[in-house]
């Protein structure tokens, strides 16, 4: 008699709460967009703070500076990488023994502190001092990208993916869209550079102490939530049941040897190397080649990703939209991403033959090359828990720890090849090359890649791996 009760009562609450309802998920959604904002902010705030620490006179000259030549400033900017890149598998595999939730508010706590603690590091211990904050600060993100790729394969329904996906996601343009102009305002300001640190680093504090207590592990872990959107969330998800998550195995030998697993690797290497050969190297290109000054500068380079940002809200909403239209899963992913990486190819190599008399054009090409890149959130980015959303996690720290090796190569690459700052053809070169790993890595996504569960996303542990039910 109870147990007919309860099912009566899971099947009206799953009828009960519609998707549109407003509820904890969205909460936690709203968390993890600001954890990315916040996230970004510590990370690109550096490219602006590092000029005014190396020449004051070029923000507050009554700030002290460290006359840095321009080679370390560029190891300053990519010794966050060397951090980032190793914490990605470890942080893949702490998510399967430990608190998701937990270990998100221990990186982002800690990372503040390291920001806090930049002002007395250079201080004192000089350019090292700073070399082991930066890296510091990127073992701590280490674990941004999968902890929120897990938490949302837990509490976002497929049918929401693209939407709540994207709206977290879109938190690292909205962060470098905040962070370039106003790290620009604040290293002129009395208290100086700074201030980017201090500030940066309160904010990621007092965002992990927020999510400590408004945050959880799973929708069944979760204080507040109501029984309906309990009941509505786990009716929709594709995840093992949060009982059975204790006999879940990493299937890692499934995972790298998987043919739609690494169209998604190369496709999230790819991505990395557009987008960040275009971030590290637009203020360059501006005022090297376009004579733009550093005012300018900033708010000029944060343009593209604005454009990318609101961009990021309409082509959720088509995609989600689409899927509703029974438009399969993977065609809706391709199409997201192809948009995202040919539309930048094709811009880029729009770009090359641009004259450098017509800046408005140039301008405009190059927020069209970045803007278009929001349709990516809707394909390879989602596109993890597509697979396995199981293993979402650690399969985005897989990709993310190779997509962060090609964010610290393509910038060097960059700038082996662009010798004489000033030269438009060498800068072509660099369009040519983005646009054409823009072209190769998305073709091979089209071809190999899959939006279906893949069969070891329910691996089992212990004995039930006798016999592995692998389709025929």
């Not at 102490?209 to 009941?231: A, C, Q, R, V």
């Not at 990395?272 to 005012?295: A, Q």
Request: charged share 10%; hydrophobic share 45%; net charge neutral.
């Amino acid at each position: 008699m109870t147990a007919s009760k309860e099912e009566g009562s899971s099947d009206d609450a799953t009828k009960k709460v519609s998707p549109g309802k407003l509820g904890i998920r969205h909460l936690q959604v709203l968390l993890l967009f600001f954890a990315m904002v916040i996230g970004y902010f510590l990370r690109v705030g550096m490219s602006v703070a590092v000029v005014a620490m190396s020449n004051s006179t070029a923000a507050n000259p009554e700030i002290e500076d460290y006359g840095w030549t321009s080679s370390q400033r560029s190891s300053i900017l990519s010794s966050f990488f060397w951090g980032y890149t190793i914490m990605q598998m470890p942080s893949g595999y702490i998510i399967t023994i430990w608190s998701t939730q937990k270990l998100l508010c221990l990186g982002m706590f800690i990372c503040g502190l390291f920001s806090l603690l930049m002002q007395v590091a250079a201080h004192y211990g000089g350019i090292i001092a700073v070399y082991v904050c930066r890296v510091g600060m990127g073992l701590c993100q280490g674990c941004l990208l999968p902890s929120i790729h897990t938490l949302l394969s837990k509490w976002v329904p497929p049918s929401e993916r693209a939407r709540l996906g994207t709206f977290t996601y879109a938190g690292a343009q909205f962060g470098t869209v905040i962070a370039l102009p106003l790290s620009g305002l604040l290293a002129g300001s009395s208290i100086g550079w700074p201030s980017i640190f201090y500030i940066s680093g309160a904010f990621s504090i007092c965002w992990s102490i927020i999510f400590l207590f408004l945050g959880s592990d799973t929708p069944t872990t979760h204080s507040t939530i109501s029984f309906e959107e309990k009941m509505y969330i786990a009716s929709n998800l594709e995840t093992s049941h949060p009982d059975n998550e204790e006999k879940l195995r990493t299937p890692w030998k499934q995972i790298f040897t998987s043919t739609p697993m690494w169209a998604l690797i190369i496709a999230h290497c790819g991505q990395s190397w557009g987008y960040w050969t275009l971030l590290t190297e637009m203020p360059t290109y501006l005022n090297s080649v376009l004579g733009f000054d550093i005012e300018k500068n900033g708010s000029i380079s944060a343009l593209p990703y604005l454009v990318m940002w609101m961009l990021s809200f309409p082509v959720s909403w088509l995609s989600d939209y689409a899927l509703k239209k029974n438009v399969s899963r993977s065609v809706t992913r391709k199409l997201s991403n192809t948009i995202a990486y040919w539309g930048p190819a094709a811009a880029l190599v729009v770009l090359g033959f641009v004259p450098i008399n017509n800046p408005l054009w140039t301008i405009v090409i190059l927020v069209i090359a970045v803007g278009l890149n929001a349709g990516s959130l809707c394909g390879y980015q989602i596109n993890h828990i597509d697979l396995s959303p199981n293993h979402a996690g650690t399969m985005m720290s897989i990709t993310n720890c190779l997509a962060s090796v090609i964010a610290i190569i393509a910038p060097i690459i960059c700038g082996e090849i662009v010798y004489d700052l000033s030269s438009t053809s060498l800068w072509s070169i660099i369009f040519y090359i983005s646009a054409s790993v823009y072209f190769v890595s998305n073709l091979i996504f089209l071809i190999w890649g899959k939006a279906e569960i893949q069969w070891w996303n329910d691996l089992k542990s212990g004995k039930e791996n006798n016999v592995l039910l692998k389709p025929i």
